[in-house]
Structures are given as structure tokens and as C-alpha cells.
């Protein structure tokens, strides 16, 4: 067996769909854990490849936590849309720094996504003080927000900066600014903010107090989004954004202790089977994670989908049997070639058997889709294609290849290959031998036989 040096090889999985046949459907998760429950809801009745958005802290950076994470967003089909958070004290959220940004962004780029583009939200609201180390600062924010962007695209161009999502219905108070306000500030401030995010993150949801309708329009309605892309265009950016609904939703009246001022479950299902027709129809809308998922306690217990003994609302299952698409995400398919297999003595007009070892070191599953390398060898030989079978091959997993070959004819240079792969030169004992062997160490490979035929 030959050992060789480690060959990385890249190609991407793309297959463009129409955006009326995507597919936007997600949840809000509180949790990395609430995915192995989720993702029979994410994926219901045909749906392919769904969203999530969760929140990662700074005081959570656990490497091995992460990657199981996405492992897991890759084996389920799930696309993540990672908000970054830094840590709660004093009852707001601390003010990121640099240094903060620097270790989140290095943590993720350290792991294997399930897909690309890689979703990132920096920050949350940040037109509550609580949501900014107790106080609204416009400047801080701006700069923080495009350091964080330049960080991490100076990491991975695959990484994509969402917008930092707005309250749309706060208003002029001591504590909170109108998102009107806010864009206004950013953009005297710094209008290079605008051109530092990839598409735009909104909060859309059914306002004011929650209480209002699918049918409504205007800023503090589902259709939220619209009035925000409509007034960022109005301050003189032309960007064309994409819409990620990362927050929406009617919270019911089920909780810890009932509240009458929301809707039954069943309206605010209803509501929400009519919003996803809305947003469906809408080819702006990319992804919708109503929130939230889990969180059967105060404060989110009326938004919550399970109820305090963590059992889904039956009244949802209308939403899980509505038919969903198929999203066909991008996905890097890399392999390493960790050694071939030959054997000592090849003879020419015969069909001789040997095998590749190939790691997946990419993001795709082999065997969920085609994998196929054609041969690529000398013109004397022909070899048949290394292919995977039906079982899966996860990435970091090694799999052995076999394959088929046979010489027909001396030529000077004879070698094995495939399409990204190295050539494994085979050299014939003499110009007028039908005997062949591998090039590569040669008489080392025959020493180790020699011993082994003797013992």
C-alpha cells in the first residue's frame, strides 16, 4: 500500500431553484439541544433542507458543543442562521468588543459548516437599551457591526452578514427608539453600515401588542420587512436585499398562567398558515424562524409551540401537515486521498483489482447524492470510475473505493487516475515484458513480499 500526501480537492453541489419553489420554512430554537425535536416539524410533509435561528453567547464557545451541532444540521438537512450574543448582566445584554467578535468569528470559522452560504446575525434589537449595556449608542453599534462583518469575511468569503434586527414597534421612550429613528442615525453616522450586511434580518412581527392580523400592512405588521426595505431605499441606498424573518409570530393565550389579551392556539395557528402563504408569495423572503420553538416558562411561554411539559400544542400539527419544498443548498464536497491500493505484479490483458482510500473532509454526505470520480489514466489502461455505493460517508470519515483496471499495450509512461486525483505511475519490468508493477517504491514493496512469502 502507498501513502501519500494529503490532496484536498473542492466542487460544489448547486442546483438553482425557482423562488417560488423554495423552501422558507424554520423555527426559532432556544436551545442547540431542541433540534432532534424539531426537525420532523422543520421538515414536515415533503420539506427538504429548513431553517433554524439560535443563538450563540460568548460565555458559550464549546468547540465539541458547536460541531455536533451542525453535524447534526447536516444529517437532519437543516440550514443554521447563527445570532451572535455576548453574555446577560445586570439585566441587559453586555456590549461586544472587539475582542469578543474576534473569538466568536474564530470558533466558527474553525468548524464544519453544514452548508454554505454561512448565516450570521451580529447582535439583537439594539434599538432597546437592554439589548446594548443599558443604553442606545448609534456609533458604537455601527462600528462594532461592520468590524464584525469585515471580521468575519476576512475569515471566509462564505460567511453571509445578516442586518441586526430591529424592534419595529418600539417608539421614542428612554429606554428604546423608533427603528425609523435608528436607520435615520446609522445612516448620517455611517452609511457604509448599508453595504456590510448581505441581506436584511427583520422582526415582523404582528403589531402593535402582538394582536394584529395577516392581513395587515405597514411597519408594524408581518410585512414589516417592507417597510424597511422601503425606507433604507428612501435614505439613498440601492442594495437589493434578500428578507430573513429570523423573529414573528402571535403568542396564545396558553402559558404558565392564561392571558386572555392573545389568541386561542388555534387562531394564531390559523394566523400563521395564512402568514406563510404571504411570505411564500413574496420572492424577497428567504427563510421565516417564528419565535420560538421551546420556551414553555415566562417570559416567551405564550410564543412557545410546547407547553410546559415540553409537549407540542396539537393544534400545531396543521402546520406540520402543510406541504413544504425542497431547498438544494450549496455544499463543498472535498475528499483527501489517503492512499491506493495495488497489487505487487500487474499483468497486462488481465483485469486487476485494486482501491482507493478517500476522507471526506467536506460538507456533504456521500451517498446521499452521486459520488463519482471518471478515470483519468494513460491512454493504455482503462479503469473504471471510483464511486461511492449507498452507504453514507460522513465527512471525516475514510471510506476504501474499489475499482478495476486493466493494461492493453506497452507505453513508456503507464499510470492510474482520476479526475482530481494524482497519477499513480506503473512501470513494466522491460520494454517487451508483460509484467507491470507500481512505480513507487518499487523494491521496498518487494522486500516486505519476499518476508511475507518466507514466514
Known amino acids: 500500500m502507498f501513502l501519500f500526501c494529503l490532496l484536498a480537492i473542492f466542487f460544489l453541489n448547486i442546483n438553482p431553484i425557482l423562488a417560488s419553489e423554495r423552501n422558507i420554512f424554520g423555527l426559532h430554537l432556544t436551545q442547540t439541544s431542541d433540534l432532534d425535536s424539531a426537525k420532523d416539524i422543520i421538515n414536515s410533509n415533503s420539506g427538504d433542507w429548513g431553517y433554524v435561528t439560535v443563538v450563540i453567547r460568548t460565555d458559550q464557545l464549546d468547540v465539541n458543543t458547536w460541531q455536533e451541532f451542525f453535524d447534526n444540521c447536516r444529517k437532519y438537512h437543516i440550514i443554521p442562521i447563527i445570532r451572535l450574543a455576548t453574555i446577560m448582566q445586570n439585566n441587559y445584554w453586555v456590549t461586544p468588543s472587539e475582542s469578543d467578535i474576534d473569538n466568536l468569528a474564530n470558533l466558527l470559522n474553525s468548524l464544519n459548516w453544514p452548508t454554505i452560504p454561512k448565516y450570521i446575525i451580529p447582535f439583537n434589537e439594539i434599538n432597546h437599551a437592554k439589548e446594548w449595556g443599558g443604553e442606545i449608542n448609534i456609533k458604537e453599534f455601527t462600528d462594532i457591526f461592520i468590524y464584525t462583518s469585515q471580521k468575519f469575511k476576512s475569515l471566509d468569503s462564505d460567511f453571509y452578514i445578516l442586518s441586526s434586527a430591529l424592534d419595529l414597534a418600539a417608539s421614542e421612550t428612554s429606554t428604546t427608539k423608533s427603528a425609523k429613528n435608528i436607520y435615520q442615525e446609522i445612516y448620517s453616522y ?223 509512461k503507464s499510470y492510474l487516475g482520476w479526475k482530481d486525483t494524482p497519477q499513480y505511475e506503473i512501470d513494466s519490468l522491460s520494454s517487451t515484458s508483460t509484467i507491470y508493477h507500481p512505480k513507487d517504491n518499487f523494491w521496498q514493496r518487494f522486500k516486505n513480499w519476499f518476508k511475507e512469502f518466507l514466514s
Open 190 to 412: 455611517n452609511p457604509k453600515y448599508f453595504d456590510s450586511f448581505d441581506a436584511l434580518a427583520s422582526h415582523s412581527y404582528p403589531n402593535h401588542g402582538y394582536i394584529g392580523t395577516p392581513d395587515d400592512t405597514g411597519q408594524h405588521s408581518i410585512r414589516g420587512y417592507q417597510w424597511e426595505l422601503d425606507f433604507i431605499r428612501k435614505l439613498g441606498i440601492n442594495n437589493s436585499y434578500p428578507v430573513f424573518i429570523t423573529e414573528t409570530g402571535w403568542p396564545h393565550r396558553e402559558g404558565v398562567s392564561k392571558n386572555n389579551q392573545y389568541y386561542s392556539v388555534k387562531t394564531t395557528v390559523d394566523f400563521y398558515a395564512k402568514a406563510l402563504t404571504v411570505w411564500q408569495q413574496d420572492e424577497k423572503v428567504i427563510a421565516v424562524t417564528p419565535f420560538i420553538y421551546n420556551y414553555s416558562q415566562d417570559p416567551f411561554d405564550h410564543f412557545s409551540w410546547l407547553d410546559p411539559q415540553e409537549q407540542l400544542y396539537p393544534e400545531y400539527q396543521s402546520i406540520i401537515d402543510l406541504p413544504k419544498n425542497q431547498n438544494h443548498p450549496k455544499q463543498i464536497t472535498k475528499f483527501a486521498v489517503q492512499k491506493i491500493n495495488l497489487p505487487f505484479l500487474i499483468f497486462s490483458q488481465n483485469q486487476q483489482s485494486g482501491s482507493l482510500e478517500l476522507k471526506n473532509i467536506g460538507q456533504s454526505i456521500w451517498g446521499e447524492s452521486n459520488f463519482c470520480l471518471e478515470a483519468h489514466s494513460s491512454s493504455n489502461i482503462k479503469a473504471t470510475p471510483i464511486c461511492t455505493n449507498n452507504s453514507l460517508v460522513y465527512p471525516g470519515r475514510i471510506t476504501k473505493i474499489p475499482f478495476q483496471f486493466q493494461i492493453d499495450t506497452y507505453l513508456e
